[in-house]
């Protein structure tokens, strides 16, 4: 059974530009989460999707948002890029029964972003 | 908001031996999960073990078990027979079962093992 496949697995962008990372979801999870993960902040939740529909949205700005495909393959974007935005983004998906996401976690291995 | 609190930033332990990393964490919710998430260099997440609040037997898997005190909140993980390739970070996280539908894992800062030989 394939794992989640998280592309590119690095990445490096200059202030200013903005980018757009993958996920590939483990096949009939329908759930997708992603999150942060910076030395000095640690791991924040960004959003999750469902039906292509965002669910839920962590504390970050505007300048990060996301979709969700028919095949539940997500996307996240993040415009503007800062240097603070230089992180590496996990995500995770999950089976949701009865519209629930379950508590089994599946994550990739993140794309590390540089932004200089 | 909840809340988790990893105390050990890092950790040593001599191969074979015994080592238990600590957390605790706030929540006014009943029912809610917790878990031990290690990362190696890899970066890639991978669950250790998963604990349901409304369990009171801890979890066990193989080397690895929990310390569940529901009371207390606290929640620590024994690795017993330390072998190498258990030298990681490892996050402890919870997740709330609130019947949302929508769930987010909060993580701790991490504790870094390292495992000597």
């Known amino acids: 059974k394939a794992g989640v496949t998280q592309t590119p697995r690095y990445l490096i962008k200059t202030r200013g530009q903005q980018v757009t990372l993958s996920c590939s979801p483990i096949s009939g999870h329908r759930s997708v989460s992603w999150y942060q993960q910076t030395p000095g902040q640690g791991l924040q939740f960004l959003f999750e999707?469902?039906?292509?529909?965002?669910?839920n949205k962590g504390n970050f700005p505007g300048r990060f948002s996301g979709r969700q495909f028919s095949n539940s393959r997500s996307e996240m974007n993040v415009s503007t890029l800062e240097l603070g935005d230089s992180a590496l983004y996990l995500c995770a998906s999950s089976l949701v029964k009865f519209g629930l996401t379950g508590e089994k976690y599946t994550f990739g291995s993140g794309t590390r972003l540089t932004v200089v | 908001a909840q809340t988790v609190t990893q105390s050990q930033p890092e950790m040593s332990v001599q191969e074979a031996e015994t080592v238990t990393l600590s957390c605790t964490y706030d929540t006014s919710e009943n029912n809610y999960y917790l878990f031990w998430y290690k990362q190696p260099p890899s970066r890639q997440m991978i669950l250790v073990i998963r604990?349901?609040?409304?369990?009171?037997q801890n979890a066990t898997e193989n080397r690895f078990s929990v310390n569940f005190q529901k009371a207390a909140k606290s929640f620590s993980l024994k690795i017993s027979d330390s072998q190498l390739g258990d030298t990681a970070m490892y996050f402890c996280?919870?997740?709330?079962?609130?019947?949302?539908?929508?769930?987010?894992?909060?993580f701790g800062k991490g504790t870094k093992l390292s495992v000597i030989p």
């Open positions: 996280a919870f997740r709330g079962d609130s019947g949302a539908g929508s769930y987010q894992l909060t």
């Open positions: 604990q349901e609040a409304y369990k009171q």
């Open positions: 999707y469902f039906s292509e529909t965002q669910r």
